[in-house]
């Protein structure tokens, strides 16, 4: 595969309605985009990072950075056999792999869209449609809470994930239960308590939720391996997991039972697929995270979806929930079951609309 020219363009989109969780709250985003070229095609990737480094170390300057700086001269003007050998390429860069894993996204687009190929069929999906939940923020009252729930319960979609931190966790998932008490919930704390909040945390097994989400802090394993012994509530792991042998680790050590992949926090297709295939050795079940995606990088997470161990509802949705106007056509549509069609167009299956992305552009930089 040879690229031959790789454009930045840093967009920024407001959300529809702020989005909080237990590190803060977002309502303007900034992402970065990747458009790689070579071989009369193109490709497209995202990166994920927020706009500070609340989530994780990334921010939106950090990755233009790395990307700039370290990860664009590691491709460009060097042959590469593949997108799947893209990865390694970056391995001498330590971290900051929502930041190479949005270029590394952008060559499978590319390398997919070359052979004629949907993205899904590409890295090997084998689901022509996939489950979706919603992750809803922290609210203002548990009234509004209720109401979204009870929107998104009537929209199809197949599970409910609330946002937790101290001070909005029992008592409103009490509510939550009382006015719906068969829907499959779950629970996000973003790292927001430690160990010594078990006896708290074990309130949760009343609840009969499908799993609580990164309860301890964004870098354990052990912690979360000793809470979930005492916990019933199996323990589903999102920031501790950035790296294979994180997924190792967190198995063998019993850190959780089920492991939320995102592409960016992972770094692109081949390190999440691997994630995947461990996993599913291990007979633990995977679900597609969120980052309040453009529509490049929710096609993006469509395809990743599309794998066989994604087998629990993901934070995948609606492109209308996020924004007034997607940058992508046709918008990403879930069905009155829940679900969204993958698509089985050459890449990524839906139309970048570069009219759109450049007339949300701040900034531009294009590198030969
Ligand atoms: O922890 O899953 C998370 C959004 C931003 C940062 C972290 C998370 C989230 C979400 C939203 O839960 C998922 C989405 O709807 O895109
Ligand atoms: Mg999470």
């Not at 409103?172 to 790292?191: K, Q, T």
């Not at 042998?245 to 850190?255: D, K, L, P, S, V």
């Amino acid at each position: 595969m040879k690229v031959e020219q790789i454009t930045l363009r840093e967009i920024r989109m407001p959300l529809v309605a702020p989005f909080e969780t237990s590190f803060g709250a977002t309502t303007n985003r900034r992402m970065v985009l990747v458009e790689v070229q070579g071989e009369g095609s193109y490709g497209w990737g995202e990166v994920t990072a927020g706009e500070g480094p609340f989530y994780n170390e990334e921010d939106t300057e950090t990755a233009w950075h790395v990307l700039k700086n370290f990860a664009i001269p590691l491709i460009l003007g060097k042959p590469l056999v593949s997108a799947a050998a893209a990865a390694s390429r970056f391995d001498p860069i330590r971290g900051h792999r929502m930041a190479t894993g949005a270029l590394e996204a952008a060559l499978w687009d590319l390398e997919a869209r070359l052979a004629g190929r949907s993205l899904s069929a590409h890295i090997g999906g084998t689901q022509r449609e996939i489950p979706c939940g919603v992750s809803i923020g922290i609210q203002k009252n548990v009234d509004e809470l209720l109401h979204k729930i009870r929107t998104e319960v009537e929209a199809g979609y197949q599970r409910i994930k609330i946002k937790i931190k101290p001070g909005w966790d029992i008592a409103v998932l009490e509510r939550v239960r009382e006015e719906f008490p068969l829907i499959r919930l779950m629970a996000d704390a973003n790292s927001a308590y430690r160990l010594a909040d078990q006896n708290h945390l074990k309130q949760l097994d009343r609840f009969y939720l499908m799993m609580v989400e990164q309860p301890l802090a964004y870098d354990d394993l052990i912690d979360h391996a000793r809470l979930q012994q005492a916990l019933e509530t199996p323990i589903c792991l999102d920031e501790s997991i950035r790296t294979l042998r994180h997924a190792e680790q967190a198995i063998e050590t019993g850190a959780c039972r089920i492991i939320n992949i995102k592409l960016g926090r992972v770094g692109g297709h081949a390190r999440a697929r691997a994630i995947h295939d461990c996993c599913q050795a291990a007979k633990i079940p995977v679900w597609c995270g969120g980052m309040l995606e453009s529509g490049i990088g929710r096609a993006h997470n469509v395809a990743l979806a599309s794998l066989p161990n994604f087998v629990l509802p993901g934070d995948v949705s609606a492109s209308r929930r996020y924004w007034t106007q997607d940058v992508i056509t046709p918008e990403v549509e879930v069905s009155a079951q829940g679900t969204i069609r993958v698509p089985e167009g050459p890449g990524l299956g839906y139309e970048v609309d570069s009219d759109r992305i450049e007339r949300r552009a701040v900034r531009r930089e294009s590198f030969a």
